[in-house]
């Protein structure tokens, strides 16, 4: 039991004598509400007999509705589905009841995008705050003293670091007016997230110099893309696109200096839907994960064979333990392994241990890195340079801006040097890890976001000055006539404008026409062409003190009246059937589009001044499904309204009834059934 709290309370950095943080840095602890396994037991056979309630609750409930809404909403909120939790604890916000606000701006604060919006439901919930708070109880109606936590870091997330840092102080003296009533331990943490706004400030003043550029659209097919794994040959990359609550594994390599389209290799691990890419070995032969395996945390490696992955095993119990391993990276020579571990002996939560290949070729007992990398906080995502001379790891401890930071540590040849900070902005107030140095620490592979609830996988390359930027030449090349898979057939040359010279040739992404180059500053000119449409030509010039780094052209081809385009081969599409969609507890915001009318073309009710768009219907359903199974669609999105309770899954916003018609056929003819139909969707 003792090992399995440990595990459980590994994010946990502050806490009441009896129930303390709720939210503390609510990346915190999925199990904050948790105190025994007959808890645990009880959340989730309560999770199962109360599923429905979701889709049956009626808009008025009874008190009785709303206790089972409060008791599934506290479901979901300890084991960390806050997307699903806030809508429950959307439907029983009043006014008075300032519990209810406090979790909801709790959830917002962990979802994605979205975490702006908790600064207002936490700046009513502190009105009310008390030590006393049951925040667990349905009767509670005033929010946990740590509400005040809760508002400083979502001050600090959204850059107002003086109000964060106010907001903390308040808190500090609150927390330790509670001393006769038996206090709040862990005290020193607000200490530490003061120092951070501190920094923070500082850090800001002096950003690092870097650049970046993406790995292109082949690598941000799905919304959250990240955990790059990276060979330190630099030749393979194994990552993580995050569905949801379900994680898929892709994998790619360089040939002939360039990345191949990525390819899925989930089901060739053998890994479920929970695990995460950690590190690859020198040559991408051997891929180290984490595994979730039911919360208990562990670390797993697999090995490239004759052109195949084998299926993950479990590494040895000098690595995993009863407790909970969340991250591992093997030195260049292979003999020495760097993870994280909150077992036993260490400095304060999550530790970074180092293990050693012993005789039999087996990781042997492991060794804590000690206090000078160590503190009292979460250390976590270690990686070690090629040279073995810099070690890369986040965070919440050293001098971070607020929650998990990048760090580095020099080896002397005898010990770690002090910690230093990557820098603003590759580090914010918020949680930043998993900073994958390349080329012993000159550059790094590292997700960071592009867009709302979009992260994409990056190339940093630090301390260049700004002759030495590159650039991003990207955009959608189209047809202006025709909607076809695109082919070798259609093509983009990218040529010096000065000398003439071919640079580079590209060619559109099959489904969606994306294309990029990546460029030093100079002129050039760039020629789209297709055997049966008039070429474009369109040159630029990006200098030094270019506004941005990437330069978006996007064009639509006009077909050539003398050439007549032969009818394409019509490709052979597998029926997709939709009875057969697996369902899934939850689907990624990002996909939701809320309260929204959607009613059918023939429906007199809605004004023709009234519709925003035409989109085309797949499929409604009263539960959620995997979204992955909708394939050849890159557009879709989950139009949800509160009034019915259906998830409808549409593709495309058009301006027209006779566009959206055109993609439907174009769906029926990529093996959709022919029950597929056009909507307009209003407000």
């Known amino acids: 039991m003792k090992a399995l709290e440990k595990k459980i309370f590994t994010e946990l950095s502050l806490e009441k004598k009896c129930s303390f943080t709720d939210t503390l840095q609510r990346k915190n602890s999925i199990f904050v509400l948790m105190r025994n396994l007959r808890e645990i037991k009880s959340a989730l056979i309560l999770q199962l007999l109360l599923a429905f309630i979701v889709t049956n609750a009626a808009p008025a409930q009874s008190s009785s509705e709303m206790r089972d809404i409060f008791a599934q909403a506290e479901s979901y909120y300890l084991y960390e589905e806050f997307e699903l939790a806030n809508q429950l604890y959307l439907l029983l916000e009043t006014p008075d009841n300032l519990n209810i606000k406090y979790k909801i701006g709790t959830c917002y604060l962990n979802i994605p995008g979205e975490k702006e919006k908790s600064i207002p439901y936490l700046e009513e919930a502190v009105k009310s705050a008390s030590y006393d708070s049951k925040t667990e109880s349905f009767k509670e109606m005033r929010a946990p003293l740590d509400a005040y936590f809760s508002l400083a870091k979502a001050y600090m997330i959204n850059d ?91 994998y790619s390599r360089k040939e002939r200096g360039k990345w191949q389209p990525p ?35 562990a670390i797993y490696s697999s090995t490239f064979n004759e052109g195949y992955w084998t299926p993950i095993k479990k590494l040895n119990r000098n690595i995993n333990t009863k407790f909970y391993e969340s991250h591992a990276s093997v030195s260049s020579d292979g003999k020495r392994l760097y993870f994280a571990s909150n077992r036993d002996g260490g400095q304060g939560n999550l530790d970074i241990y180092v293990s050693e290949i012993d005789q039999t070729g087996d990781w042997s007992p492991a060794v804590n890195l000690g206090p000078v990398v160590n503190t009292p906080y979460n250390e976590d995502t270690p990686f070690i340079t090629n040279d073995g001379n810099f070690l890369y790891f986040s965070s919440e401890g050293h001098t971070s801006m607020g ?51 979009k992260t994409e996988i990056s190339f940093l390359v630090f301390g260049e000055t700004e002759k030495s930027h590159t650039f991003e030449i990207n955009g959608i090349y189209s047809l202006s006539d025709t909607i076809v898979p695109f082919d070798k057939n259609y093509s983009i040359h990218l040529l010096n404008s000065s000398s003439g010279d071919t640079i580079d040739v590209g060619y559109p992404n099959k489904l969606t026409g994306q294309y990029n180059f990546i460029v030093n500053p100079g002129e050039y000119r760039i020629i789209y062409s297709s055997p049966w449409y008039l070429s474009q030509t369109v040159d630029t010039v990006i200098l030094n003190d270019h506004p941005t780094l990437s ?18 081969a019509e490709p052979e599409y597998d029926k997709i059937n ?89 769906l029926i003819r990529r093996g959709y059934p022919e029950e597929i139909f056009i909507k307009k969707v209003s407000k």
């Not at 390819?263 to 929970?274: K, P, Y």
């Not at 052209?553 to 009818?567: H, Q, R, S, T």
């Open 160 to 250: 107002d670091l003086e109000k964060g840092m106010n907001t903390l102080l308040t808190f500090q003296k609150l927390a330790t007016e509670t001393k006769s009533k038996g206090g709040m331990q862990n005290l020193q943490f607000i200490d530490q997230q003061i120092q951070a706004c501190k920094t923070a400030i500082n850090l800001k003043e002096n950003p690092v110099l870097f650049t970046n550029r993406t790995l292109g659209p082949d690598f941000s097919m799905g919304s959250i893309n990240d955990n790059p794994a990276v060979s330190f040959d630099g030749n393979s990359i194994v990552y993580t696109e995050r569905r949801g609550i379900v994680n898929v594994i892709f």
């Open 263 to 297: 390819i899925e290799i989930t089901s060739e691990l053998n890994a479920g839907e929970d695990c995460s890419t950690c590190a690859l070995n020198s040559d991408g032969t051997v891929l180290f994960l984490y595994k979730t395996d039911n919360y208990d945390g």
């Open 403 to 453: 929650g998990y930071d990048n760090f580095k540590s020099h080896y002397t040849g005898s010990a770690w040097e002090t910690p230093e900070n990557i820098g603003y902005p590759v580090n914010s107030s918020d949680d930043d890890k998993f900073l994958q140095p390349y080329d012993n620490g000159k550059s790094a592979f590292y997700s960071m976001t592009t867009n709302y609830k």
């Open 551 to 568: 330069v978006r052209i996007d064009v639509a081809l006009e077909p050539d009246p003398n050439k007549e385009m032969p009818e394409p």
């Open 578 to 666: 939709l009875t057969s969609i697996p369902l899934v507890e939850k689907i990624d915001s990002s996909f939701i589009v809320m309260n929204m009318n959607v009613s059918d073309l023939s429906d007199r009710n809605v004004a023709d001044s009234d519709i925003l768009y035409f989109t085309v219907q797949v499929i409604a359903l009263h539960n959620p499904v995997d979204v992955s199974y909708f394939k050849h669609i890159d557009n879709l999105k989950v139009m949800y309204n509160e009034a019915d309770k259906f998830y409808r899954y549409t593709t495309g916003q058009f301006s027209t009834r006779e566009e959206a018609y055109s993609w439907r056929l174009q």
